[in-house]
């Protein structure tokens, strides 16, 4: 079992700048490639961003990119997602999710493991 809990979501103005964590405990926290994906009032999860286990391989959705960048630090068991110049559209629940392929995490289907998820509001 992995258990995964999200932090630092919150309310920012457009054009500001938030950094989400992502806490995961149970396993070897480098056997699973990580990724973060959210959902807005009304419409289905989409994927935001995908990582490796060992980090060298990212990968985003078309409208984060060059906003957002997604990390992790092993030695902590800790995932993050730095979010930059913020707009409205971003406003959703933001979950990070772990599977040991890291095809499934970027393809955000059939993963493993999921968090609770954390508010993240953008407002105009």
């Known amino acids: 079992q992995v258990q995964l809990v999200e932090s630092g979501g919150g309310l920012v103005q457009a054009g500001g700048s938030l950094r989400l964590s992502c806490a995961a405990s149970g396993r070897t926290f480098s056997n699973y490639a990580m990724g973060w994906f959210r959902q807005a009032p009304g419409k289905e999860r989409e994927f935001v961003a995908a990582?490796?286990?060992?980090?060298?391989?990212?990968r985003y959705a078309d409208s984060v990119k060059g906003r957002f960048t997604i990390s992790r630090d092993n030695a902590k068991n800790t995932m993050y997602l730095q979010m930059n110049s913020l707009k409205p559209e971003d406003t959703a629940v933001y979950s990070c999710?772990?599977?040991?392929?890291?095809?499934?995490?970027?393809?955000?289907?059939?993963?493993?493991?999921w968090g609770q998820g954390t508010q993240v509001t953008v407002s105009s």
């Open positions: 990582i490796s286990g060992s980090g060298g391989v990212t």
């Open positions: 999710a772990a599977d040991p392929t890291y095809l499934k995490v970027r393809g955000g289907n059939n993963i493993d493991y």
